[in-house]
C-alpha cells in the first residue's frame, strides 16, 4: 500500500508563504487511477479538503482558499507541494497530504504535519 | 458548496454496544459518500466508499447504507479501538466537504 509523508517547516511567520512538499512511496504519482489533495484541520476541530491535483498538473482548489493556493506535482521526484500564501494565525492547523481515487475518495493519508502560524 | 451534517456530535457507548451515526447532505450525492475514522493525534483513517464498501483491512463490524442525501455509519459491536471520531465526507461535487464529525466515547 503506498505511503505518503509529508514535509516542511513547523512554523510560518503571519503574511509568509506556507510551503509544503508530500512524497509518495509504494506507489507512482502518475498513475491515471489517482489524484493527490491536501486537507487541513485546526487544533480541535474538523477536516477542511483545500485542494487536489492529477498527475498531468491538473487542479481542483476550494474557492475559500483559491485565491491564496497553489499546487503542483513533480512526477521525477514523485512528489506533490502545496503553496499557502499570507498565511494568518486562522491558517495554524494539521496539514495532511492524501491519495484518492479516481471518483475522489481518499483512500490513504499521510501522518500530517502541524503548522504553526507566529510571530 | 454541499453541507454535510452529522448527529449526534457526541454519543457515550459501551464495548459490545451497536451504534449508529447519521450524515445528511444539503442536496443529493448519489452515493458519493466516504466515512473516515479519526482517533487523538492521529491521521484519519479511511473506512468506507460509495456509501457502503469498505477500505480494504476494515473489520466487518463496520457497515454504511444510504443513498441521496440520507446516510448511516453502523458499528455492529462497539469495540475498544472503536472510540475515536467519525466524519463523513461526500465527493459527488468540488469542492469536497465534511461533516463536523461524531465523537465516540466510552460510557
Known amino acids: 500500500q503506498p505511503q505518503l509523508q509529508e514535509s516542511g517547516p513547523g512554523l510560518v511567520k503571519p503574511s509568509e508563504t506556507l510551503s509544503l512538499s508530500c512524497t509518495v512511496s509504494?506507489?507512482?504519482?502518475?498513475?491515471?487511477?489517482?489524484?493527490w489533495g491536501w486537507i487541513r484541520q485546526p487544533p480541535g476541530k474538523g477536516l477542511e479538503w483545500i485542494g487536489t491535483?492529477?498527475?498531468?498538473?491538473?487542479?481542483y482548489y476550494n474557492p475559500s482558499l483559491k485565491s491564496r493556493v497553489t499546487i503542483s506535482v513533480d512526477t521525477s521526484k514523485n512528489q506533490f507541494s502545496l503553496n499557502l500564501s499570507s498565511m494568518t494565525a486562522a491558517d495554524t492547523a494539521v496539514y495532511y497530504c492524501?491519495?484518492?481515487?479516481?471518483?475522489?475518495?481518499?483512500?490513504?493519508w499521510g501522518q500530517g504535519t502541524l503548522v504553526t502560524v507566529s510571530s | 458548496d454541499i453541507q454535510m451534517t452529522q448527529s449526534p456530535s457526541s454519543l457515550s457507548a459501551s464495548v459490545g454496544d451497536r451504534i449508529t451515526i447519521t450524515c445528511r447532505a444539503s442536496?443529493?450525492?448519489?452515493?458519493?459518500l466516504a466515512w473516515f475514522q479519526q482517533k487523538p493525534g492521529k491521521a484519519p483513517k479511511s473506512l468506507i466508499y460509495?456509501?457502503?464498501t469498505l477500505q480494504s483491512g476494515v473489520p466487518s463490524r463496520f457497515s454504511g447504507s444510504g443513498s441521496g442525501a440520507d446516510f448511516t455509519l453502523t458499528i455492529s459491536s462497539l469495540q475498544p479501538e472503536d472510540f475515536a471520531t467519525y466524519y463523513c465526507?461526500?465527493?459527488?461535487?468540488?469542492?469536497?466537504?465534511f461533516g463536523g464529525g461524531t465523537k465516540v466515547e466510552i460510557k
Open positions: 492524501a491519495r484518492l481515487a479516481v471518483t475522489t475518495y481518499i483512500d490513504y
Open positions: 509504494g506507489g507512482s504519482i502518475s498513475s491515471s487511477n489517482n489524484y
Open positions: 491535483i492529477y498527475y498531468s498538473g491538473y487542479t
Open positions: 442536496q443529493v450525492i448519489s452515493n458519493y
Open positions: 460509495a456509501a457502503s
Open positions: 465526507q461526500q465527493y459527488s461535487t468540488y469542492p469536497l466537504t
